[in-house]
């Protein structure tokens, strides 16, 4: 059924999308829907970060890496397990297989939508026309610019050629025996614990005093602890000074004056913007920090004509979110209803192993910004480690304004916390209160239950007005 749009015969589209990725598929298909005639233009592979290079297939390693826990594990229960042995290029393969299944369904879903796609690069030839690497020039009513973002690589370091960023880790040829990683956050972290458990000797190094620094503290801690237990070494406030080649691999000599022998090293130091080569500057096109492009809470920049979602904006880089913006975008400019994003309250997950699910303030802000908080907070045994042995803890933490009685955080380390944080998100956009928690029945057995069963806060946090402190 035809939308809103009336397609303008003044241009050769009406939107003309720059990347293929979560966020601008879902922009080129609900436009689409509403009328509007669509390209879409991707000079690698359609899908993006996210599905090629990204959360899929580093999910699925994830997935992989902690088949050795329940091997392990599994003896506890009566079960006897043969010495279990892995094939690095048995994953991979069938990685690959699975993004090319992935691929193959974006495709089609914007083939079916009525998207053209165009399989080459783009760039802005003004505010109203982009030109193609054939050299083809295609003006639009529209554009939309949904490029992501790319590894940081440190090019100022000696060496850094040497090393990979978490693109190459997909397609490593071999598994590293030895590898250390540089970086503190997601990225770093989730390929620490995909190496250490599929076998390789992992280093964490990063410049800061805590990894996952924006973390809640009892989460970013409780995953240093059991990494530290897992026998990934974490080296704080560090940095490489240089990277050199030997025999036996690589030499990182670090800025203390110590070095690591390692296969590979593996830089996960954040991600920039992709806005390199686009022609911004040509279509005036405003750049902010990180040359992240500048929108509005539409999306739409400077250039009335050209709009932006994703991680090129910087703003909340998760694919959830360039979803929303990129169905917001169509919403508004195509659909006739103009939609703003809402970006708090945004649950997230990081794939560690022990996992972090979280939503919400953590307790460095809560504790800033709340005249009266009141924290709760649990840790126990999961009731699987009772029979495996495993060394491990569940800890759960909620957060409340203690004058609203709001729920404003929720965070949770321990097994399925991402798939928790999800709802508990829900919770959170709705206004909770800690009271609707308490009159909720528990689920038993269950490590869920300690969510609605934390009956007195472990500390109450009053904010003195005078001094900006706590008592």
Aim: hydrophobic share 40%; net charge neutral.
């Amino acid at each position: 059924m035809p939308g809103p749009t009336t397609p303008d015969p003044r241009f050769d589209v009406d939107l003309f999308v720059i990347g293929a990725g979560s966020g601008g598929v879902r922009a080129a298909r609900i436009s689409a829907g509403y009328g509007a005639r669509v390209m879409v233009a991707e000079e690698y592979r359609v899908g993006g970060t996210c599905v090629i290079r990204g959360c899929v297939p580093k999910k699925l390693l994830v997935y992989a890496s902690r088949f050795a826990d329940s091997f392990e594990d599994a003896e506890g229960f009566g079960w006897s397990v043969p010495p279990p042995s892995f094939d690095w290029p048995t994953l991979i393969a069938a990685k690959d297989k699975e993004i090319a299944r992935l691929e193959e369904i974006y495709s089609r879903n914007l083939n079916k939508a009525g998207v053209t796609i165009v399989p080459e690069r783009a760039e802005l030839d003004g505010p109203n026309a982009v030109r193609l690497a054939s050299g083809k020039r295609i003006t639009a009513k529209t554009i939309l610019i949904a490029t992501g973002a790319r590894p940081s690589m440190p090019v100022e370091l000696d060496g850094y050629q040497h090393a990979i960023s978490s693109n190459e880790a997909f397609d490593l040829k071999t598994l590293p025996k030895r590898i250390a990683i540089a970086g503190g956050g997601y990225i770093a972290v989730e390929f620490a614990g995909i190496f250490a458990g599929l076998g390789s000797e992992v280093t964490l190094v990063y410049r800061g005093p805590e990894i996952l620094r924006p973390f809640d503290i009892d989460m970013k801690r409780g995953v240093a602890e059991a990494y530290q237990k897992r026998g990934i070494k974490i080296l704080t406030n560090a940095a490489f000074e240089r990277i050199e080649t030997t025999g036996a691999g690589l030499k990182a000599t670090l800025r203390s004056g110590g070095h690591l022998d390692v296969d590979q090293v593996m830089f996960a130091i954040g991600r920039k913007p992709n806005v390199a080569g686009l022609g911004l500057e040509s279509a005036g096109v405003a750049l902010g920090e990180d040359n992240a492009i500048i929108v509005d809470g539409y999306s739409r920049t400077n250039v009335p004509s050209i709009y932006a979602v994703g991680d090129v904006t910087n703003r909340v880089n998760l694919t959830p979110v360039a979803i929303r913006e990129g169905h917001a975008f169509a919403d508004t400019v195509f659909g006739d209803k103009p939609t703003r994003v809402d970006h708090a309250n945004i649950p997230t997950a990081v794939f560690s192993t022990p996992e972090i699910g979280t939503v919400g303030m953590t307790e460095q802000d809560a504790r800033r910004d709340l005249p009266v908080l009141h924290i709760f907070r649990t840790s126990f045994r999961p009731m699987a480690a009772t029979l495996s042995g495993r060394d491990e803890r569940v800890i759960m933490k909620l957060l409340v304004d203690g004058e609203t009685d709001r729920v404003v955080g929720a965070h949770i380390l321990g097994p399925d916390a991402g798939e928790l944080a999800q709802l508990l998100g829900v919770l959170l956009v709705m206004g909770a209160t800690k009271r609707d928690f308490d009159r909720t029945m528990a689920l038993h057995p269950s490590a869920a239950e300690e969510l609605v069963t934390m009956r007195e806060p472990s500390e109450r946090v009053i904010r003195s007005n005078e001094s900006g402190g706590t008592s």
